[in-house]
């Protein structure tokens, strides 16, 4: 195997690395290749085991029991493996940009630089490996021992002041790291490489995007079909054009496009499904909410008994719509003011209507009128939603408002017992009469 | 790719892409990119831990509460996730919110963004008083009628319907006997504490 286009790592006779002071391994992957992608004329390393150091990329070729060493001071950057379609059929790559000597040699310092994929065959973690090599890119431990003191490395083959001999006999160098300026390059190099990854990160995503604009277009004439289509060729559905048209519902949802649901069409199975699960779902806090519950509280309880997976408000709303085809207790509407609830099929507007008239009839309300939080109590339901009763009772001419610095409050509508011939005329009898006793208490 | 959740920029600038090409990514759970992604649970959870917030302080503000205080209020909730929230975020959860009709949205009043709850409507005298009591957190009837040169009658109803709605709430005790309108939503709570009788 020849991996001389590498600096050589030493190993034991067991073939284990031999370590630096100070050097300690972090993690060890198999079924590892090297490769050295500008430069096919360099043999790629193939199968051995990566172990990842504090200090060191070490690749051990086991049969010829030889190591190959990039020193991790010399990796300007590392790149993620990939997380795309295309890669979830290849085995996971990281690529390394490593320095390049004067005289061309890899992993050494220098002011050109090389790109190495790190081809992780085996059953590994190559996100748990990836992450660890970033901390250690990172954190930069090679440096930390020359702050206490001690003199470290950066480069195998060149001498200078204040070397020192370690085990492997190579020769030590001084890597200037002084305070401030050292922990600015720091941020700088974890901006950097910020920067790099959401690039990186990119690069996939604007894969993914091309693609995904040539389905869109597609899945947008789709769409366009199957909205005209239902209606225009009614006699003409059998049974495969439905389960087509079902299909495409499902993979246009997938895409992004939320599909309609029409009178012909009943949307992705997925919403089919959906909206049995929450008819099911609703009852119990329908019972609680004295028959009728605001659809955005709907949303978060059910997302939070989900747990994961959560719904999309769009895909509430799309399930409810269907109720409308299922033979089920509930139904979703729209008050004017354009809050969404859920109630029972069996809740009757006349009877709320009934209910809040009596109440407002009571010689409190005829002179003091009903509040929302009055109509909520008696109803039984939310004070938001006791409003949206009074102002429909109110637009049905049952009740009339009073707006005040407390809000708004209720009264029995008096104008119809008002002769409008006569508005002077005070009736002694009825409704009028009851208003003005009870409003005549206060004198 | 945990870098979607943990990384707002890169959140925003997927955002970009999806509108670009003409996707939605959140529209449905179902959706191949909430999945991939797992930015689905990250969005509909924000918005469910919103509408618990906006819920819970509708009392002391009337269903008008300042983004920034919204976003404060979820970092508390959200600290052991560790992942951290961003103004956009806030935003594109509410859009999504806005649909199920209880009046959720975003709206902009002066410098500053306030989350609605409520299906309150505020019309544009409605606004310019919120954006005035942004100084101070309070106005009066004849701050608004000099300020903005209005009538005491229009600078009064404006206040007084704020005031039913529950935005507002009345301080009478000054010793100038002028009535203050304060407003929890843009009021933070070290000006409305401060404030002696």
Same mark, same amino acid.
């Given at each position: 195997?020849?991996?001389?286009?590498?600096?050589?790592?030493?190993?034991? %006779?067991?073939?284990?690395?031999?370590?630096?002071?100070?050097?300690?391994?972090?993690?060890?992957?198999?079924?590892?290749?090297?490769?050295?992608?500008?430069?096919?004329?360099?043999?790629?390393?193939?199968?051995?085991?990566?172990?990842?150091?504090?200090?060191? =990329?070490?690749?051990?070729?086991?049969?010829?029991?030889?190591?190959?060493?990039?020193?991790?001071?010399?990796?300007?950057?590392?790149?993620?493996?990939?997380?795309?379609?295309?890669?979830?059929?290849?085995?996971?790559?990281?690529? =390394?940009?490593?320095?390049?000597?004067?005289?061309?040699?890899?992993?050494?310092?220098?002011?050109?630089?090389?790109?190495?994929?790190?081809?992780?065959?085996?059953?590994?973690?190559?996100?748990?490996?990836?992450?660890?090599?970033?901390?250690?890119?990172?954190?930069?431990?090679?440096?930390?021992?020359?702050?206490?003191?001690?003199?470290?490395?950066?480069?195998?083959?060149?001498?200078?002041?204040?070397?020192?001999?370690?085990?492997?006999?190579?020769?030590?160098? %001084?890597?200037?790291?002084?305070?401030?300026?050292?922990?600015?390059?720091?941020?700088?190099?974890?901006?950097?490489?910020?920067?790099?990854?959401?690039?990186?990160?990119?690069?996939?995503?604007?894969?993914?995007?091309?693609?995904?604009?040539?389905?869109?277009?597609?899945?947008?004439?789709?769409?366009?079909?199957? =909205?005209?289509?239902?209606?225009?060729?009614?006699?003409?559905?059998?049974?495969?054009?439905?389960?087509?048209?079902?299909?495409?519902?499902?993979?246009?949802?997938?895409?992004?496009?939320?599909?309609?649901?029409?009178?012909?069409?009943?949307?992705?199975?997925? !919403?089919?499904?959906?909206?049995?699960?929450?008819?099911?779902?609703?009852?119990?806090?329908?019972?609680?909410?004295?028959?009728?519950?605001?659809?955005?509280?709907?949303?978060?309880?059910?997302?939070?008994?989900?747990?994961?997976?959560?719904?999309?408000?769009?895909?509430?709303?799309?399930?409810?719509?269907?109720?409308? @085809?299922?033979?089920?207790?509930?139904?979703?509407?729209?008050?004017?003011?354009?809050?969404?609830?859920?109630?029972?099929?069996? !809740?009757?507007?006349?009877?709320?209507?009934?209910?809040?008239?009596?109440?407002?009839?009571?010689?409190?309300?005829?002179?003091?009128?009903?509040?929302?939080?009055?109509?909520?109590?008696?109803?039984?339901?939310?004070?938001?939603?006791?409003?949206?009763?009074?102002?429909?009772?109110?637009?049905?001419?049952?009740?009339?408002?009073?707006?005040?610095?407390?809000?708004?409050?209720?009264?029995?509508?008096?104008?119809?017992?008002?002769?409008?011939?006569?508005?002077?005329?005070?009736?002694? !009898?009825?409704?009028?009469?009851?208003?003005?006793?009870?409003?005549?208490?206060?004198? | 790719?945990?870098?979607?959740?943990?990384?707002?920029?890169?959140?925003?600038?997927?955002?970009?892409?999806?509108?670009?090409?003409?996707?939605?990514?959140?529209?449905?759970?179902?959706?191949?990119?909430?999945?991939? =992604?797992?930015?689905?649970?990250?969005?509909? $959870?924000?918005?469910?831990?919103?509408?618990?917030?906006?819920?819970?302080?509708?009392?002391?503000?009337?269903?008008?509460?300042?983004?920034?205080?919204?976003?404060?209020?979820?970092?508390?909730?959200?600290?052991?996730?560790?992942?951290?929230?961003?103004?956009?975020?806030?935003?594109? %959860?509410?859009?999504?919110?806005?649909?199920?009709?209880?009046?959720?949205?975003?709206?902009?009043?002066?410098?500053?963004?306030?989350?609605?709850?409520?299906?309150?409507?505020?019309? @544009?005298?409605?606004?310019?008083?919120?954006?005035?009591?942004?100084?101070?957190?309070?106005?009066?009837?004849?701050?608004?009628?000099?300020?903005?040169?209005?009538?005491?009658?229009?600078?009064?109803?404006?206040? $007084?319907?704020?005031? @039913?709605?529950?935005?507002?709430?009345?301080?009478?005790? !000054?010793?100038?006997?002028? #009535? #203050?309108?304060?407003?929890?939503?843009?009021?933070?709570?070290?000006?409305?504490?401060?404030?002696?009788?």
């Amino acid at each position: 195997m020849n991996g001389n286009w590498l600096p050589q790592a030493p190993l034991t %006779a067991s073939g284990r690395p031999v370590l630096q002071p100070g050097e300690v391994e972090r993690s060890l992957q198999s079924s590892v290749d090297l490769e050295a992608e500008e430069n096919p004329r360099l043999t790629p390393l193939r199968s051995g085991l990566l172990a990842l150091t504090t200090h060191r =990329l070490i690749w051990i070729d086991e049969s010829s029991n030889s190591g190959y060493a990039i020193f991790l001071a010399n990796v300007i950057h590392a790149y993620p493996p990939k997380k795309s379609i295309r890669s979830m059929f290849h085995s996971p790559r990281i690529r =390394l940009q490593v320095s390049v000597s004067a005289e061309g040699r890899i992993g050494e310092k220098g002011s050109t630089s090389e790109m190495i994929t790190i081809v992780i065959r085996g059953k590994n973690d190559p996100d748990a490996f990836f992450s660890k090599l970033w901390d250690a890119l990172r954190s930069r431990p090679w440096e930390v021992e020359e702050k206490n003191g001690e003199v470290t490395s950066v480069d195998g083959g060149v001498s200078g002041p204040g070397s020192r001999d370690g085990p492997s006999n190579s020769v030590w160098i %001084a890597m200037p790291v002084v305070g401030v300026s050292g922990i600015l390059r720091k941020e700088q190099e974890i901006w950097e490489s910020t920067d790099k990854s959401l690039q990186e990160a990119f690069q996939d995503l604007n894969a993914l995007m091309s693609k995904a604009k040539e389905m869109v277009s597609l899945a947008e004439k789709m769409r366009l079909k199957l =909205l005209s289509g239902s209606s225009a060729h009614a006699n003409v559905a059998n049974d495969e054009e439905l389960g087509s048209n079902q299909e495409m519902q499902d993979w246009l949802l997938s895409v992004g496009i939320a599909s309609p649901v029409t009178k012909d069409s009943a949307g992705a199975l997925y !919403h089919q499904q959906l909206s049995r699960q929450l008819a099911d779902f609703v009852q119990r806090p329908l019972e609680r909410s004295g028959g009728m519950i605001a659809v955005i509280d709907i949303y978060c309880l059910f997302n939070r008994a989900r747990g994961t997976e959560l719904i999309s408000p769009e895909d509430l709303l799309q399930a409810c719509a269907l109720w409308d @085809k299922l033979d089920v207790p509930v139904m979703l509407r729209k008050f004017d003011s354009g809050v969404m609830v859920i109630q029972n099929k069996t !809740h009757s507007d006349e009877e709320i209507f009934t209910r809040l008239k009596s109440l407002a009839l009571k010689p409190n309300a005829l002179r003091m009128g009903v509040s929302p939080s009055d109509a909520a109590i008696i109803l039984g339901i939310a004070p938001a939603l006791a409003k949206e009763h009074l102002l429909t009772a109110e637009s049905k001419g049952l009740l009339c408002r009073d707006v005040s610095p407390e809000g708004f409050r209720f009264y029995v509508n008096l104008f119809e017992e008002i002769d409008p011939t006569n508005t002077h005329l005070v009736k002694h !009898h009825g409704l009028f009469e009851a208003w003005v006793s009870a409003a005549s208490v206060f004198g | 790719m945990n870098d979607i959740r943990k990384n707002p920029t890169f959140r925003t600038q997927f955002h970009e892409m999806c509108a670009k090409v003409g996707v939605d990514p959140l529209a449905s759970n179902k959706g191949f990119w909430a999945e991939l =992604l797992g930015i689905g649970d990250f969005y509909y $959870e924000l918005g469910v831990q919103i509408v618990d917030i906006c819920l819970a302080t509708r009392s002391h503000n009337g269903g008008l509460i300042d983004l920034q205080e919204l976003r404060t209020l979820l970092s508390q909730r959200r600290k052991a996730a560790r992942e951290s929230v961003s103004e956009d975020d806030c935003i594109r %959860a509410i859009s999504k919110l806005k649909v199920l009709g209880s009046g959720f949205e975003v709206i902009s009043v002066g410098k500053k963004k306030l989350v609605r709850s409520v299906p309150t409507e505020l019309n @544009k005298d409605h606004n310019e008083i919120l954006e005035l009591a942004q100084a101070q957190g309070y106005v009066t009837v004849e701050e608004a009628q000099r300020r903005l040169s209005w009538s005491s009658g229009r600078a009064t109803d404006a206040l $007084e319907t704020l005031l @039913k709605e529950g935005l507002a709430m009345i301080d009478d005790g !000054h010793r100038d006997g002028k #009535r #203050r309108y304060w407003f929890p939503c843009v009021a933070s709570m070290s000006v409305a504490t401060g404030a002696g009788g």
